[in-house]
């Protein structure tokens, strides 16, 4: 994650990460990206049922029960190994968790266990008894994905009327006192909508959005072609920032972050460079200490039957199965070569991200990406918009 409010608009200045020691479990999770050991924070995707058909779902859900889910005693096993290793977030996520019987049981043991518990959801399914129920297990973030705005998102959703009901989902959530914040996939179907998601950001007061670089992994494996060139992706990381910059001009103290395209911190970074130098200095310290990419470091995946991933979209590649073993366990394992090489992907990295003399603040990027493109998982990253003379390339 690349936190534009953050980076841009210093709400985060790099002493404010020292002060707590950068250690996972002291750091508010706002600044969580700049701990220094790295604890994963988990996605478990509860269940692959789903109420919606999304172009792009990764784990490629539907409306329908799939054989081996995990039961509620098996999850409270993995949730308190989580817990016992320091894992400081607990992201459900699915499919569509809220389908889940027993997300909020599961849930709540999660928080009694020290975790902050986070909800990835369509926002469908969130009526006021639902948003109470959240509330009530102290969940510390709801994040809806909305991919445009009306038709767009009803769309790239596959139902009529998802947009409407993810609306009323986030405002429940917002009566019941949750923080609550949008997921926006940007893609050429949507594109066109970002301005109108930052202003209805404004007029709902939203108070967070991440906009999602694609990444080609599932029916998101079957858009490649819909992904954004090189100068629009430029142009549309211009208009976040100005948008953010604007917002927070105004008073309104707004986080907006960019996901899975580790380019947007150099290309942040570059931007500063010529209007605050100073600024830039501060924002180079904090993008060192975030590290980029952490697909196997610092975030992690279980699936719906436990297998454990990279992270959520690199679902090709199971290192093990917490029925079978602990997550701890497989998680440290470096007798795997690939886990073992993800810990310090820096030094496998080919071409571009090789040569590139930001590697350290980008970390080679998603290399699910790479795989999708060339078959090699080491190859360099096909969405970094950088060009040659920016990275350091020379010749």
């Not at 009323?168 to 997921?183: A, D, M, T, Y």
Request: aromatic residues 8%.
């Amino acid at each position: 994650m690349i936190g534009i409010s953050k980076l841009y608009c210093r709400t985060v200045e790099p002493s404010d990460v020292l002060r707590y020691g950068r250690k996972s479990k002291k750091l508010p999770s706002h600044m969580l990206q700049f701990s220094s050991d790295k604890k994963p924070v988990v996605v478990w995707n509860v269940t692959r049922n789903c109420n919606l058909h999304c172009v792009h779902c990764y784990s490629q859900s539907d409306g329908m029960d799939y054989h081996g889910e995990m039961t509620t005693e098996e999850g409270k096993k993995m949730l308190s190994d989580l817990g016992h290793f320091g894992v400081p977030v607990i992201l459900f996520s699915g499919g569509e968790p809220l389908v889940r019987k027993d997300l909020f049981e599961l849930g709540k043991y999660a928080r009694d266990l020290g975790m902050r518990v986070v909800i990835s959801t369509n926002g469908t399914m969130i009526n006021r008894r639902v948003a109470g129920e959240l509330k009530g297990i102290g969940v510390s973030y709801v994040g809806v994905s909305l991919d445009g705005l009306g038709n767009t998102n009803d769309n790239f959703r596959g139902v009529k009327g998802a947009f409407d009901r993810a609306l009323r989902g986030i405002r429940h959530c917002k009566e019941s006192g949750i923080k609550v914040g949008l997921r926006f996939t940007i893609n050429k179907r949507n594109v066109d909508d970002v301005p109108g998601i930052f202003d209805l950001m404004e007029n709902e007061d939203i108070e967070r959005i991440c906009f999602y670089h694609l990444v080609y992994s599932g029916r998101g494996s079957q858009l490649i072609d819909e992904d954004l060139d090189k100068e629009q992706t430029r142009d549309v990381v211009d208009l976040i920032i100005e948008r953010t910059a604007d917002l927070h001009r105004r008073g309104k103290k707004v986080e907006v972050l960019t996901v899975d395209n580790h380019a947007d911190g150099v290309y942040l970074y570059m931007k500063l460079l010529k209007e605050d130098a100073a600024r830039a200095g501060e924002v180079l310290e904090l993008l060192k200490m975030n590290g980029g990419n952490s697909s196997g470091h610092g975030i992690g995946c279980v699936s719906w039957d436990g297998s454990v991933y990279a992270d959520q979209f690199w679902r090709h590649h199971t290192f093990g199965n917490v029925k079978e073993r602990t997550f701890s366990e497989i998680w440290m394992d470096m007798s795997d070569p690939l886990m073992k090489k993800l810990k310090n992907k820096k030094l496998y990295v080919k071409g571009r991200c090789a040569k590139c003399k930001y590697l350290d603040i980008c970390g080679g990027n998603f290399r699910v990406r790479a795989e999708a493109v060339t078959g090699d998982i080491w190859a360099e990253d096909p969405a970094c918009y950088l060009t040659d003379e920016e990275i350091g390339i020379t010749g």
